[in-house]
């Protein structure tokens, strides 16, 4: 079973500040990662995702994610942010030795983004 | 780009009251999902579909829940008798190669 731990269920930013979302999972057995993002009254988009290879991952909208094996993190980060950021932002792990019909999602609960002006 | 669609968008019923959400997945996409979130809480996977077929079910998919695509583009969630707790907003996934694709949502308010 895997599971996955989002340590703050609200982040405030001021603009332009840099923002770093927590992520840390637990699994088994080796793991694909992925940050969604939910913007008010939306569905859940894709930010961008580890299969694997290089640990550091780059996203739409300027988001950026590093994978680490040891800490068993994928937090989250992006140098400056807009107030368009503002959004609830999800992470997620699936098995990868799974595929297709098995492949599903474990979710984390949220950390909400809040960017103020 | 392709994308996910569902309807309706949002849909209130009566506790007790049948319930048919609707999902046209990714044209090439096989294999299908629906998820829940309960307002203020986590995604959770109810169920996965291939070729016809449940594939994988979570514990919150108990026998009030059927899965079925009856003409090949649709994938429909059917709720037999909803209950006060079957509020939340539903997804709709597809899947390709290593990413799960999600529809808008269905946010089901039963009273």
């Known amino acids: 079973a895997q599971s996955v731990t989002q340590l703050d269920s609200q982040v405030p930013v001021f603009e332009e500040a840099p923002v770093e979302l927590r992520c840390n999972y637990s699994s088994s057995v080796s793991v694909y990662l992925f940050w969604y993002v939910q913007y008010p009254n939306q569905g859940l988009q894709l930010l961008l995702k580890y299969l694997s290879g290089s640990t550091l991952v780059k996203g739409i909208n300027g988001f950026e994610a590093e994978f680490n094996k040891s800490q068993t993190s994928f937090h989250l980060r992006k140098p400056s942010v807009h107030i368009s950021d503002t959004a609830e932002y999800f992470c997620a792990v699936s098995d990868s030795s799974s595929g297709g019909s098995n492949y599903k999602l474990t979710f984390g609960k949220g950390t909400l983004l809040t960017v103020n002006p | 780009e392709p994308e996910v669609t569902q309807t309706p968008s949002h849909q209130v019923t009566q506790m007790g009251q049948e319930v048919i959400l609707r999902c046209v997945p990714i044209s090439n996409h096989l294999y299908f999902y629906w998820y829940r979130q309960i307002l203020g809480q986590k995604v959770e996977f109810l169920v996965s579909?291939?070729?016809?077929?449940?594939?994988?079910k979570s514990e919150i998919f108990d026998d009030q829940f059927s899965v079925e695509r009856p003409d090949g583009s649709n994938f429909t969630l059917k709720i037999r008798s909803t209950k006060l707790e079957d509020s939340a907003m539903y997804f709709c996934?597809?899947?390709?190669?290593?990413?799960?694709?999600f529809g808008e949502g269905s946010w089901l308010t039963v009273v």
């Open positions: 579909f291939y070729n016809n077929e449940i594939s994988e």
């Open positions: 996934a597809s899947y390709s190669p290593y990413t799960i694709y």
